[in-house]
C-alpha cells in the first residue's frame, strides 16, 4: 500500500494515508511508479515464471522465501529506525487490523490457489506483463472470484470480520519489548535464508549464497541493525525531575522529593498552551497529549490530537513513552493532572508536564478570537491565533467564549441543552436507570424481545414515518410523533439514546424524529446493541414499566426538511451542495428499483456506508477527523446549504446527522421524499453521468 512521499515543515514524511490523500492524483502516479518498480524487481527475481515460483514446493528452487523474508526484514527494520528517529509517525501509516478467521481462512484459499496455478496476483501481473498466458488465465480468475465475493457477502460477512482482535503487534503477543521482537525475527529471517540455501543446494546441487561472503556480510549487517535496535530511542527533549533509579532511601527520597517541588516552583513541570499549540500545528512527532476528563466532556470538545484516559488507566496508557518525547496532561483545571504528574514522577517519568491553566487557559490564550479580546495583540499574534483557530476548529465550531472554572464530576446526562451526538457505551453503562434517561430500542421486535439493554424501549422505525399526500416513507406529521412518545412516557426534558442493530441509520431515521418535534437531547449510541453485547453489559428480557406523558406538539414546521420544489430551486439556480448517499451504481442508474434510473442533476455521490466503518463486529462511525476531510471535499464551507437525499430518508439520515451534529454544518436540509418521489415525478430532470467530488 502506497504510504508516503510527502515532507512536511517540520522535517517529518508526511504520508498520503496520514494525510487522507490516497485518492489523489500525486497518490495515484507515486503508486504507479512504485507499482512498476516493484513489478521491475520482481521480474529480476525470476517471478514471472509459474516454474520458478513453484519451485519452494518442491525445494529445488527457494526464491519465494527469501524474497519474502529479505523484504519483510527490510520494512521492518526501515520502518523501525525512520520510527525511532522521529522521520515517521506510526499513527500515519495503515496498520492491518488482526482477523483471524478472515485472515486464516483467506490465506489458506490463498494458499490452495497458489499451489494450483504458481501464481499470486503481485506475480500474476508481473507474469502477464512477460506474456505468460497461465498468468493471464490466473488473473481472470482472480477478477472473477473478487466478484463473487461482492456478490456473496452477505452470506459470508459474519466470516469477514470473524475473531477481529483490531491492531495488534507480534511484540505484544508475545510480551516483549520492540527491539527484542525485532531482533528476533530478524534471527529467524536470517537462520531462514540459510537454510534455504542449504536446501537448494542439498536438492539441486548447487547454491549461490550458501558460501559466499556477501550471505555472511549480509547477515552480519542484519544482526547490528536490529541489535543497534535497543540503542536508538528517541531521548526526552526536555528533562524533568531526576534519573530515573530503583526506591531509595529515605534520605535520598527525600532530597528527590526536595528536587521535584523546587522544579515545580520553577515552573519546570508545566507546558505553556502556545508552545503546546504552536508543537501540535507543527506536528511535532515526540508529544502526547493526554485529556484527562470525563468521556463526555473530552466528546464535547478536546484539544485536536489528544486522547482520553481516564486516570486509573493512566499509567498503562503511558508506560510505551516513559521518558521518550513529551507528555503533556491536561484538565479543565489543572488540580488533577498535577497530581497525576505527581505520581508519575514517583515512578521515574521525567518528560510529564501538565497544561499552564489547563483547557480553560488554551482556550482563552490559543483559540479565543482576537475580537473577543480585552487587550489588543499585535499582528504577529493575530496572525497566531488565526492559524491556531483553524487547526484546533477542523469541524469549524465555535470556541466557546467562557469554560468551566472547575474540575467538574461526570454529569448526570450530556452537558447542555443541545446535547447531540454519540453516545458510549461506557457513558450509558454508568448512567442506567438514572432519572431523566430513555433509552430506545430500534432493533427489530423479536430481537428485542430476546434481549436488550435493561429498561430500553421498541420502537419500529418504520412506525415513524408512512404516507403522506401520496408519497411514500415520509416523516410523519409532529402531532402523530409527539402522542407515540407520549405512550412511551417520554418527556421534553428527557435525554434519549438511540440505539440500532447493524444499521446505525436506523437510529438516525428516529433521531429525525425527534428533530422534528424539537427534541435536542438526544444521542446515537455508538457501535449499538452489537457494541454493548460484545463488551458484555447487561441485557435482559423484561418489559419496562412506562407512565404515559403529554409530549407537546410544535407550533411552528421545522426548519430542516426540504420538498422536491426547493430541490428543484436549487439545481435551477444553484446555492446548495446536493449529495446522493445511494450506493454508487444506482446513483449511476446501473441499478434502480424505482420508477427512472438515474440522480438529481448536479449531485454529486458519497455512500451513506462511508462513514461506517467495517473494521468490527458491529458498526461504528468514522473517526471525526477522517469524516471532515471527507466532507470537506464535497462542500466549501460549514455555512454552505448542503441537500442529502437517498432512495428515501432513511440513509440519508445518517449523513443528515454526520453532516449538522458530528462535523457542524450549520445549513444541512433532508430531502427525505428523495428518489422515490423524484423518479416518479416525469417533469423532474434526471442525470445519470457521475459529477467529480
Not at 513541570?269 to 470525563?294: K, M, Q, S, Y
Not at 428516529?510 to 454493548?532: C, P, Q, S, T
Not at 446522493?580 to 438515474?598: I, L, N
Request: net charge neutral; hydrophobic share 45%; proline share 7%.
Amino acid at each position: 500500500m502506497l504510504q508516503h512521499i510527502l515532507w512536511g515543515d517540520s522535517g517529518m514524511i508526511e504520508t498520503f494515508y496520514g494525510l487522507d490523500a490516497l485518492d489523489s492524483p500525486k497518490a495515484f502516479f507515486v503508486a504507479l511508479f512504485i507499482g512498476l518498480l516493484f513489478g521491475f524487481w520482481l521480474e529480476r527475481a525470476g517471478f514471472g515464471s509459474s516454474r520458478k515460483l513453484t519451485g519452494v514446493f518442491y525445494f529445488r528452487d527457494m526464491a519465494v522465501v527469501k524474497v519474502m523474508f529479505t523484504a519483510t526484514i527490510t520494512a521492518m527494520l526501515g520502518l523501525s529506525y525512520l520510527i525511532a528517529f522521529g522521520v515517521v509517525k506510526l499513527d500515519s501509516i495503515f496498520l492491518m487490523p488482526t482477523i483471524y478467521g478472515a485472515q486464516i481462512v483467506g490465506g489458506f484459499l490463498f494458499g490452495v490457489g497458489f499451489v494450483m496455478s504458481g501464481w499470486c496476483p503481485g506475480t500474476g501481473a508481473v507474469g502477464l506483463a512477460s506474456g505468460k498466458l497461465d498468468a493471464l488465465v490466473f488473473l481472470v480468475g482472480t477478477i472473477v472470484g473478487g466478484i463473487l465475493f461482492n456478490e456473496l457477502f452477505p452470506i459470508i460477512k459474519p466470516l469477514y470480520s470473524a475473531g477481529d482482535k483490531g491492531v495488534r503487534f507480534i511484540y505484544e503477543s508475545l510480551r516483549m519489548s520492540k527491539p527484542a521482537a525485532s531482533f528476533i525475527l530478524t534471527l529467524i529471517a536470517i537462520g531462514s535464508f540459510w537454510g534455504c540455501e542449504y536446501i537448494e543446494e542439498r536438492n539441486t546441487g548447487r547454491s549461490l549464497y550458501l558460501r559466499s561472503t556477501f550471505l555472511k556480510a549480509f547477515s552480519l549487517a542484519l544482526i547490528i541493525l536490529a541489535a543497534a535496535l535497543f540503542i536508538f530511542r528517541p531521548a526526552p527533549v526536555r528533562p524533568l525531575g531526576p534519573p530515573e533509579t530503583p526506591v531509595p532511601p529515605e534520605a535520598e527520597q527525600e532530597a528527590l522529593e526536595k528536587e521535584m517541588l523546587a522544579g515545580i516552583e520553577a515552573g519546570r513541570d508545566h507546558i505553556e498552551p502556545e508552545e503546546l499549540a504552536d508543537r501540535l500545528l507543527n506536528r511535532d512527532p515526540n508529544i502526547v497529549v493526554v485529556d484527562v476528563r470525563t468521556p463526555m466532556e473530552f466528546k464535547r470538545f478536546h484539544i485536536r490530537r489528544a486522547v482520553n484516559i481516564r486516570l486509573p488507566q493512566l499509567i498503562d496508557f503511558l508506560s510505551p513513552y516513559k521518558n521518550r518525547g513529551i507528555i503533556v496532561l491536561y484538565s479543565n483545571g489543572m488540580t488533577h493532572p498535577a497530581q497525576a504528574r505527581d505520581a508519575l514522577a514517583r515512578l521515574g517519568y521525567e518528560n510529564v508536564y501538565i497544561l499552564t491553566d489547563g483547557l480553560e487557559g488554551f482556550m482563552r490564550r490559543c483559540v479565543k478570537p482576537v475580537s473577543l479580546r480585552s487587550e489588543p495583540v499585535s499582528k504577529e499574534m493575530a496572525a497566531k491565533i488565526k492559524s491556531w483557530r483553524a487547526f484546533f476548529y477542523p469541524r469549524g465550531a465555535e470556541a466557546p467564549v467562557q469554560e468551566p472554572e472547575h474540575e467538574a464530576e461526570e454529569p448526570a446526562q450530556p452537558p447542555g441543552e443541545t446535547a447531540i451526538g454519540l453516545i458510549e457505551t461506557s457513558w450509558l453503562a454508568d448512567r442506567l436507570g438514572g432519572q431523566g434517561l430513555k433509552v430506545i430500542d430500534g432493533r427489530a421486535q423479536p430481537e428485542y424481545n430476546a434481549s436488550h439493554i435493561p429498561g430500553s424501549l421498541s420502537i419500529s422505525v418504520e412506525s415513524v414515518r408512512g404516507n403522506v399526500k401520496g408519497v411514500p416513507s415520509m416523516l410523519l406529521p409532529s402531532d402523530m410523533l409527539a402522542r407515540q412518545l407520549s405512550l412511551m412516557g417520554i418527556e421534553p426534558t428527557d435525554t434519549v439514546v438511540l440505539v440500532a442493530g447493524d444499521k446505525l441509520h436506523d437510529a438516525t431515521l428516529v433521531g429525525m424524529a425527534l428533530e422534528r418535534l424539537g427534541h435536542r437531547k438526544y444521542g446515537i449510541l455508538d457501535g449499538g446493541f452489537g457494541k454493548w453485547i460484545a463488551e458484555k453489559r447487561p441485557v435482559n428480557t423484561v418489559l419496562p414499566t412506562v407512565a404515559e406523558s403529554s409530549y407537546p406538539v410544535p407550533t411552528s414546521p421545522d426548519n430542516f426538511r426540504v420538498d422536491y420544489k426547493a430541490v428543484l430551486e436549487y439545481v435551477q439556480k444553484g446555492g446548495a451542495v446536493i449529495i446522493d448517499v445511494r450506493p454508487a451504481e444506482y446513483y449511476t442508474g446501473k441499478k434502480t428499483e424505482e420508477a427512472r434510473a438515474g440522480h438529481i442533476p448536479g449531485a454529486v455521490n458519497r455512500p451513506y456506508s462511508e462513514d461506517i466503518s467495517l473494521s468490527k463486529k458491529y458498526p461504528v462511525f468514522m473517526p471525526v477527523e477522517k469524516l471532515a476531510a471527507s466532507y470537506a471535499a464535497l462542500v466549501p464551507s460549514k455555512n454552505a446549504a448542503v441537500v442529502v437525499y437517498g432512495r428515501t430518508g432513511h440513509q440519508a439520515s445518517q449523513s443528515f446527522f454526520v453532516l449538522k451534529h458530528l462535523l457542524g454544518y450549520r445549513n444541512v436540509l433532508w430531502y427525505d421524499a428523495g428518489w422515490t418521489e423524484w423518479s416518479a415525478r416525469p417533469e423532474l430532470p434526471i442525470e445519470t453521468k457521475a459529477r467529480k467530488k
